[in-house]
């Protein structure tokens, strides 16, 4: 079994009283455009995903019970704001939120929690780094140097919203929510949205992203998507061992 809310509530119990240790993972996102081709919820879709993987590999692990969360869809997501389909909260929400899970975990004696997250905009890295902090539990920090260079050409150039790294994890998690036809279709298009953002660039349109897209979805496939969750499991499984 992977998922937490799947249990019973003596289940739960049991866990607290059992030989292994119990570890829970968060899975967080935002729900917002990903292009004409890539689903809105992209970046939840792919926190769990990662935290499901991270889980089967420990399966068998004879001290560790790895458990996945609800994800949390929700974010703050204010770049995306001019296309249809963007959900945003704002920062106080997503604070409280976060740590009103995990303090009511904690406070049942699940001390062992992981925040998976895969949305990057600058106000939600920041606003999680924050919690986690509060709270000391664990967080999967993708935007740390030492962990995006761990990862594809793409996500390391910063031009990367649903183009070849993201359209990639889609494919290989769920191809049928990817409309490849459009995927196909779609040219190369760099924008490095950090130095936009430090720039002062606060939306995707005056980055030029007038399609919600960056980098190049076209060259995505379910391949490189397979040995990206591999890392991004890696990574958590290292999470868990620090913890």
Known sequence: MLSFAE?????????LTGPRRPVLLLPVGAIEPHGPHAP???????????????????ASHPTVRALVLPPLPYGVTRYASAFPGAVHVSEETLY???????SS??????VDIIVVNNHFEPEHVATLRRATT???????????RRNAARLTPEFQSGSCHAGQYETSLVLAARPDLVD??????????TVDMPAAMSAG????????????YCGSPASAT???GEQTYETLADMVLELIEEI
């Open 134 to 144: 509060f709270l000391n539990v664990g967080y999967l920090d993708l935007v740390r």
């Open 96 to 102: 409280a939120i976060v740590v009103d899970v995990c």
């Open 40 to 58: 809105l919820g992209t970046d939840p879709l792919i926190s769990v995903e990662v935290c499901e993987r991270a889980v089967r590999r420990l």
């Open 180 to 189: 490849q036809q459009q995927m196909a279709a779609l040219p190369p298009f």
């Open 201 to 212: 660039h606060k939306d995707f349109l005056e980055m030029g992203m007038d399609k919600a």
């Open 222 to 224: 379910a391949a490189e």
């Open 105 to 110: 975990l904690i406070k049942q004696g699940f």
């Open 7 to 15: 249990l019973t509530s003596p289940q739960v119990a049991a866990l």
